[in-house]
């Protein structure tokens, strides 16, 4: 009997999650559910229905976890805790800050409805998380450093779209080689922002806009770009089009530590993501996330969780005698 | 209260398992144990005692977690299985065949004994083994890829020591640059044992020994050598002690995989690690796992685990919350 698993709103991490299910054989795509009209939402899975969110009121006994492809702005602070309480839940929350706010309303709604919930799925928060915790267990005495990129951040693409004259933009963030070297080494160099990252702006401008103005406004934005050194390459639709319609991503968390009676000894933990597709990506997580809520609320295990709670053989359609003899 | 941890034998790995509990405030070094004549090991921990292994027979009272740092062709097959029904136990076992029986006896004896017992902690068994294991559950397409070193093979060390004429060696492990590149390239190429890691060897003759026949001996050496391409080095007992008396390690495991409804997009995860020190890194991961084992116990946790079977969260000293607000 395979996992039945729902997904509600079928954007680019919707459509992410239904192809990772795709490639587990022991889960399906139950159905697709939208705030839109159902009717104008075809998906790709061959059989599988689209139906309104609001059939998830009286669903429980045909999904086994839902999926929830919001957005983390308000999309999930919402559905998250509301769908916790009927079904077993997973999201990608990915608001740092507010993680812990989010995980308490969550873990109430769960631990009511004995439902199991995982929140924060995909690679960061999810496995960058995961790599910083291991990390910091192993090498207590040490540095931690995240880098991001190359890829296209579809917060800081949003903010440029939005100035006047602007009628599409992907923006690229870009690990500055030269602190990422350091880094590797194991100098312990202390970054600014700005040494760590650079940011890549492609920009299809409206006809006759003002370019000079529009440059000066993305380099000069608050929190997106005034922190940081921004190149802007303003492009035709077509160049768009042909070279930037992808959205990968990566990056790599790494840590140096000591070890020894006198700290005498260095080690550096590395891991790195090159991913041609984020969404895509970040759905595979979320599929592995979904069996082990399944699993771990068979045994009993209620309320919100993260990856940091989900012993690693829970994310395996293998069993544990499987994964000793052939991955440990 | 802090955890007490007695280490069982006092050799690289039980002195890194020592300085890696100095790094861990919540744990203590409750006492060593050796199978050695007491007073003839010194340890470098202030005011801790050195005992006779068989004084394991009436200290449950005084010890939390035994680690047991033996070797795995010989000890730790004994060893595991007869303290795991005592004590909470934690070793680093190796012996990538013999997993699945070592994983049965332990686990029968530390069920029998309501005891939690990690196996196979360490790097590889341990880090590499979870990371192949997470990037298989999320990129279930794919190829997985191992290299080791640069580092010296403790093993492949012995192995050339034991022929006629050397005094000493020390055998460096070494991936083969082209095919690392190949294989972060997202390449998939099928590689040879040869293709992937290249063998080192710095020698310590005794004087008037036949030099040729030594490198001869070693470089058609059965299962250690004869499948690589080796280079040999002869050196002076000054060099080998200058230049060769550390441990250095690492390596790298790669999966690569695609996604996508028509596998049309490709991923290249990478877990990677510098280590100055292979056995106290190794002791810092054996370090973690006897706080999880520790505090799985209390919950109940018994019988043999793997890196596998716990939830990250354990190896932690923080508290969920802590975990969640900064590392997630």
């Given at each position: 009997m395979s996992i039945r698993v729902g997904i509600l709103g079928y954007g680019n991490l919707g459509r992410g999650v239904e192809s990772a299910i795709r490639q587990n054989?022991?889960?399906?795509?139950?159905a697709v559910f939208t705030r839109?009209?159902?009717?104008?939402v075809k998906v790709r899975t061959a059989g599988v229905k689209v139906l309104s969110?609001?059939?998830?009121?009286?669903?429980q006994g045909d999904i086994d976890v839902l999926v929830l492809c919001g957005g983390?702005?308000?999309?999930l602070p919402v559905q998250t805790p509301k769908y916790a309480s009927m079904y077993n839940v997973v999201d990608s929350f990915d608001t740092h800050a507010r993680i812990p706010e989010h995980f308490a309303a969550v873990d109430e709604a769960a631990k009511q409805g004995q439902k199991t919930a995982v929140i924060s799925?995909?690679?960061?928060?999810g496995m960058f998380s995961l790599n910083r915790l291991y990390s910091n267990c192993i090498l207590p005495e040490g540095q931690d450093y995240t880098f991001w990129g190359r890829g296209v951040s579809q917060g800081h693409s949003d903010a440029v779209r939005r100035?006047?004259?602007?009628k599409d933009c992907r923006q690229y963030t870009v690990p500055v080689p030269e602190a990422l070297e350091a880094v590797r080494r194991g100098e312990n160099p202390v970054l600014t922002t700005r040494q760590k990252h650079t940011r890549e702006c492609f920009v299809v401008a409206e006809e006759g806009a003002d370019l000079a103005r529009i440059e000066h406004e993305i380099k000069t934005m608050?929190?997106?770009?005034?922190?940081y050194d921004t190149t802007v390459h303003f492009i035709t639709e077509e160049e768009m089009k042909r070279d930037h319609s992808g959205l990968p991503h990566g990056g790599c968390v790494i840590r140096t530590g000591v070890t020894g009676m006198d700290g005498e000894h260095k080690h550096v933990i590395e891991y790195s993501l090159k991913l041609d597709s984020n969404p895509e990506f970040t759905g595979s997580v979320i599929a592995a996330c979904a069996r082990a809520a399944f699993r771990m609320n068979r045994e009993g295990a209620n309320g919100a969780k993260t990856l940091f709670d989900?012993?690693?053989?829970?994310?395996?359609?293998?069993s544990g005698e499987e994964l000793r003899a052939h991955l440990l």
């Open positions: 054989p022991d889960m399906e795509l139950a839109r009209n159902p009717e104008s969110a609001d059939e998830l009121e009286h669903m983390s702005a308000t999309d799925c995909g690679w960061d928060p100035i006047d004259g602007v608050p929190n997106y770009f005034a922190d989900i012993a690693p053989a829970y994310l395996s359609a293998k």
